[in-house]
């Protein structure tokens, strides 16, 4: 169903970065859990998987009965374990920080409930009864994937249009390898995919090989979860140099094939969120000598996650802080980079131009909105290139859902498996004759 | 620099010294009748690490033992919170036994040996408690307590649950020994008076107690076979490890307290750390035997228990263990006694909190429902006017200090059940009772 993947990706080499745990590591810290009423890390978790419950059932070996409840809020428990910021969601919320105790490992024990579910071929789960209602779903990534799961477990009938060949969006292509690497993303897909009665149809265009107005003629419902565009452009001198890429390009190209590295060992990355920050990662990982990060703010004004920033300087890249690239130079190839570093209101200070040399230039400085292709639907609204939606993931057209990062901007992967679901709760309810569009 | 602690250096460092029944010994710290007392080299390590005496593993009629013997019970991790053994007594030879008695007395002749002794019939225990003393016996244990497999032939428990033939036993052990004479008691029955009381009309010098508690630890849930397993058998087993303590503890205070038995006794039953020692110290016993936390962590333990024991020594003012023994005893009292009219409430400190809210559901779910849950700070409220004052949510935070019970004056003066039985005391309302 889904397509091989390359044995030579260059993403192979990377390790975990986090340590999968064994059993009698993961029953002891999840016997360190102290099962907290109301307990704040379901709060802080997009999904709201029961998060004491499951620990629980791994602490008395009732494996099959936690990779159950982790499923049965989030059927994506398996990647979220490894690629979640948990630091900044449930394990930063335990109660344990507050007592100034390393908070329960709770990316590393859902990992371990969710691998053995994964190992041990595990179901949970079968579709509804049909209903006779279908449903399109544009895009095949986290949002889409957490929607359709769900609507077949209500049994309406399902179709997902990707336009790649790749199915499973950025969790396939954008993840950090050393989070979780593309074949496990697919391997998820194909997981998820299993409940059955589900068409998927990759090299399809919307708006292209299918128009919108044939989608809403054929369904009874349409799910947008396209994600995100193009890597954005700074828009300066020698932009277009060899070596000069858009960051989630070129992750995808590393996670699905080899990259080039023959003559790289400098690198310039761009950008200061957490893309800019796993890419850092990446090249250095792949054995680039000296990986130069290049923001314009200072460290606190990151978008970037500071345990990740951490774990970037662990490993040894530089940044340099309140510096912009004002001009690519090179012959054909990128070889030097001219920088100029930037006071307090973000305006150049004259004189405080400086170059280094790159091989390699990427750029993580956001990616375009895809809310465009929808502007002729009537009663689909926009927010800076995002679609909007209620807090039910309607759009506002009769029929029109949407979810993920083409909505929100661009979060995490939970946030989009919460709101896939969340939409698929809103079409069933509307197909039940509920009304969520208000 | 630091100032040297003069005001320490000038207390006198506490004595641990004990007599349990004539029995001396330089540390309450004895090694119970069990695996970590069997034989001279484990025995003399032990002396080595700072155990002050060793109740030798029971000498008796041969046996054999199954393999295999002992089982845990686990609870949230805690491996060995409680302990259950079926092996019986010693299976060396007599004479070796005897002979690593008396080299051990050699090598350590301050430290006790109590030699524990199981036999049925009076010329056995004649005989053998002649040997023990010639071997160099500082006193003996009279095994009435074993609560598998040698009861079934009419010892250890068997024994001990009969008050008549305890008695009549004592009473030849203490005819044919020149040094003092513990009858070790089951807590295999209902009520455990009687019993000291027959070891005491024996002419017995001191009780130790309990033994251990006739159990099933587990049953393997894949076989379908309980734990220990021998084969495709197990059998009950004797259950003893911290789990215990509070039953032992109990034993104890019940002897101590009844005013007719008066003899010594040397604690038995979950003692992990100087604190359980301290415990059963205040409850009645001079002298504390352990076996289940050596097995769990070997014979270094000890030194936390003696560095601990005098260190409670030294900041609650006794300078000899005597001073300690029985100190709680007066406060163990009959519910009837109880003052009916004492009042206290659960207090959270908010400063310490850390919005766990165990306290929430234990109090909803197992308690009286007082303890609500504060949306915004995430501290819950105690509603005084319903809490009962119980200890539940103090028990599970696991905040040290965080919640406080605290007394809570009212307009009532001390009324007990047994007042308000005999002449009508005033109560005052209850809470709770929604």
Redesign the interface.
């Known amino acids: 169903m889904t397509p091989q993947l390359s044995i030579e990706r260059s993403e192979s080499v990377f390790e975990d970065f986090k340590l999968p745990l064994l059993r009698d590591a993961a029953?002891?810290e999840a016997?360190r859990c102290?099962?907290?009423?109301?307990?704040?890390c379901i709060k802080a978790c997009p999904t709201a998987i029961d998060i004491p419950q499951f620990i629980r059932k791994i602490?008395t070996d009732n494996v099959r009965g936690s990779a159950r409840t982790i499923f049965e809020a989030n059927i994506l428990g398996m990647s979220c374990a490894r690629v979640c910021p948990v630091e900044v969601l449930c394990a930063g919320a335990c109660?344990?920080n507050?007592?100034k105790q390393p908070p329960i490992a709770i990316g590393k024990l859902q990992r371990y409930a969710t691998d053995i579910a994964f190992e041990q071929g595990w179901q949970f789960f079968e579709a509804g009864a049909e209903t006779g209602k279908r449903v399109a779903l544009i895009g095949s990534g986290p949002a889409s994937l957490a929607a359709v799961h769900e609507l077949r477990r209500f049994g309406h009938a399902c179709t997902i249009f990707e336009k790649r060949t790749t199915v499973g969006g950025l969790n396939a292509t954008g993840v950090a390898p050393y989070k979780m690497k593309a074949d496990r993303a697919l391997t998820e897909v194909e997981w998820v995919l299993s409940i059955g009665g589900i068409e998927l149809r990759t090299g399809v265009v919307v708006g292209e090989h299918i128009s919108l107005a044939e989608l809403e003629r054929d369904f009874d419902a349409v799910f947008i979860g396209v994600g995100l565009g193009a890597d954005s452009a700074l828009g300066i001198p020698g932009e277009t140099l060899h070596g000069v890429h858009g960051a989630v390009a070129w992750i995808e190209s590393m996670k699905l094939g080899k990259a080039d590295f023959s003559r790289v060992s400098r690198a310039i990355v761009v950008g200061g969120g957490n893309t800019a920050l796993d890419v850092v990662r990446e090249v250095r990982g792949l054995g680039v000598a000296n990986v130069t990060m290049l923001y314009r703010g200072q460290r606190d004004a990151m978008s970037g996650y500071a345990h990740e920033l951490d774990a970037a300087m662990t490993e040894g890249i530089n940044v340099e802080w309140r510096s912009v690239a004002t001009t690519f130079r090179g012959d054909a190839r990128v070889q030097h980079v001219h920088c100029v570093r930037l006071d307090d209101s973000k305006r150049p200070i004259a004189g405080s131009d400086f170059v280094l040399e790159a091989d390699l230039v990427l750029l993580a400085i956001g990616q375009s909105k895809l809310g465009g292709q929808f502007a002729g639907l009537d009663g689909v609204t926009f927010d800076h290139g995002c679609i909007r939606v209620n807090e039910h993931g309607f759009t506002g057209r009769p029929g029109w859902y949407a979810g993920g990062d083409c909505t929100n901007g661009g979060k995490e992967v939970v946030n989009a498996a919460a709101e896939g679901k969340r939409a698929a709760h809103a079409i069933h309810a509307a197909f039940s004759g509920a009304h969520h569009d208000a | 620099m630091r100032k040297p602690q003069t005001s320490h250096a000038s207390v006198a460092a506490p004595s641990l010294e004990t007599n349990t029944g004539g029995i001396r010994s330089p540390n309450p710290f004895w090694l119970a009748s069990a695996p970590p007392a069997n034989s001279g080299l484990q025995i003399q390590r032990a002396f080595e690490a700072g155990w002050g005496g060793a109740v030798w593993k029971t000498l008796g009629v041969p046996i054999q033992n199954v393999s295999s013997r002992f089982a845990g019970h686990t609870i949230r991790g805690v491996q060995g919170a409680g302990f259950s053994n079926i092996e019986l007594i010693t299976d060396r030879p007599l004479e070796v036994n005897l002979r690593e008695i008396a080299e051990t007395k050699r090598l350590f002749p301050r430290n006790p040996i109590i030699v524990s002794l199981m036999v049925e019939t009076e010329a056995e225990w004649r005989e053998i408690i002649s040997k023990s003393i010639d071997a160099g016996a500082d006193g003996l244990e009279l095994n009435f307590g074993c609560p598998h497999g040698m009861c079934e032939r009419g010892m250890g428990s068997a024994v001990g649950q009969e008050p008549m033939v305890n008695e009549r036993i004592t009473a030849w052990a203490v005819k044919y020994s020149t040094v003092p004479v513990l009858v070790k008691l089951t807590p295999n029955v209902g009520d455990i008076i009687p019993h000291g009381m027959a070891a005491k009309r024996g002419g017995a010098h001191g009780v130790s107690l309990i033994n251990t508690i006739k159990s099933i630890v587990a049953v393997d849930i894949d076989r379908l076979v309980p734990i220990p397993r021998v084969g495709s058998l197990s059998t009950n087993g004797g259950y003893c490890g911290s789990a215990v303590k509070p039953i032992a503890l109990h034993m104890v205070a019940e002897l101590a307290r009844t005013k007719e038995f008066g003899l010594p006794i040397s604690g038995i039953g979950g003692i992990s750390n100087w604190r359980d020692a301290v415990e059963f110290i205040l409850l009645g016993s001079s002298t504390v035997q352990i076996c289940t936390e050596v097995m769990l962590r070997g014979y270094g333990v000890v030194e936390d228990m003696v560095d601990g024991l005098e260190d409670y020594m030294r900041t609650h003012g006794f300078s000899t263990i005597d001073q300690m023994v029985g100190k709680a005893i007066p406060a163990f009292s009959e519910w009837g006694d109880l003052d009916l009219n004492y009042e206290t409430v659960a207090k959270i400190d908010a400063d310490k909190c850390i919005g766990c809210q165990l306290c929430v559901a234990a109090c909803h779910d197992g308690a009286h429902q007082c303890i609500h849950p504060q949306e915004e700070t995430r501290v819950p409220h105690v509603d005084e006017s319903e809490c009962v004052g119980c200890n539940l949510c103090q028990i599970v935070c696991p905040v040290a200090g965080c919640i406080e019970m605290v007394e809570v004056a009212n307009e009532h003066t001390r009324a007990s059940w047994n007042d308000f039985a005999a002449r009508g005391a005033t109560l005052r309302p209850k809470k709770g009772a929604h």
């Open positions: 029953v002891a016997n102290l099962f907290c009423h109301d307990a704040p602490s109660v344990y507050d007592l």
